[in-house]
Antibody, heavy 123, light 109 residues
Framework: EVQLVESGGGLVQPGGSLRVSCAAS????????MSWVRQAPGKGLEWVSG????????YYADSVKGRFTISRDNSKGTMFLHMNSLRVEDTAVYYCAKDPESSTTWPPVACEIWGLGTMVTVS | EIVLAQSPATLSLSPGERATLSCRAS??????LAWYQQKPGQAPRLLVYDVSKRATGIPARFSGSGSGTDFTLIISRLEPEDFAVYYCQQRSNWPPRLSFGGGTKVEIK
């Protein structure tokens, strides 16, 4: 069974840092692009960042560029989001998601499988 | 930056009726258009990607269509479990970024 499990969320002060992780299982991790998507309480979905299957391509929304860094460890089937200079408006549930079709080099196109999310509160 | 506008914001229908949801892009977006369903307290579920490809396990009553800037998700006959919020999402070519529309809530009339 394909599964994604996020962890590492919590409460952090404005200006602080946090790293959230996404553990993947049930598929060949290094052949799928992955994304982080967040959802503030009561709001819609916002794509945050994406990474190619090989890890060679990384992509960011303007709202987080320069503050967040996406990475992956294909040997451990895990993706990370390092968040620095956190702001109150970064408060959200952070989901990781897997692309629907395999590719080692292409950027993500959609989010087929989602984790349950991890809550990040900046206050 | 490509902006997606979804309409209507709320759609009030009865089970068995046909639902037509619209997603309009601020500029042409090719074929990278997806639709999601989200129920309260749950993660979103991918329904359709690449405009019209149904995701694994998605019933045939969900269908996507469109091109250029105008896209549509049709639910042919609403089942009780279909009442939820629906989002469209596109991926721009360069720089490669995803973005979501604001959502359409399909509620029971």
């Amino acid at each position: 069974e394909v599964q994604l499990v996020e962890s590492g969320g919590g409460l952090v002060q404005p200006g602080g840092s946090l790293r959230v992780s996404c553990a993947a299982s049930g598929f060949t991790f290094n052949t799928y692009a992955m994304s982080w998507v967040r959802q503030a309480p009561g709001k819609g979905l916002e794509w945050v960042s994406g990474i190619s299957g090989s890890g060679g391509g990384t992509y960011y929304a303007d709202s987080v560029k320069g503050r967040f860094t996406i990475s992956r460890d294909n040997s451990k089937g895990t993706m990370f989001l390092h968040m620095n200079s956190l702001r109150v408006e970064d408060t959200a549930v952070y989901y990781c998601a897997k692309d629907p079709e395999s590719s080692t080099t292409w950027p993500p196109v959609a989010c087929e499988i989602w984790g349950l999310g991890t809550m990040v509160t900046v206050s | 930056e490509i902006v997606l506008a979804q309409s209507p914001a709320t759609l009030s229908l009865s089970p068995g009726e046909r639902a037509t949801l619209s997603c309009r892009a601020s500029q042409s977006i090719g074929s990278y258009l997806a639709w999601y369903q989200q129920k309260p307290g749950q993660a979103p579920r991918l329904l359709v990607y690449d405009v019209s490809k149904r995701a694994t396990g998605i019933p045939a009553r969900f269908s996507g269509s469109g091109s250029g800037t105008d896209f549509t998700l049709i639910i042919s006959r609403l089942e009780p479990e279909d009442f939820a919020v629906y989002y469209c999402q596109q991926r721009s070519n360069w720089p490669p970024r995803l973005s979501f529309g604001g959502g359409t809530k399909v509620e029971i009339k």
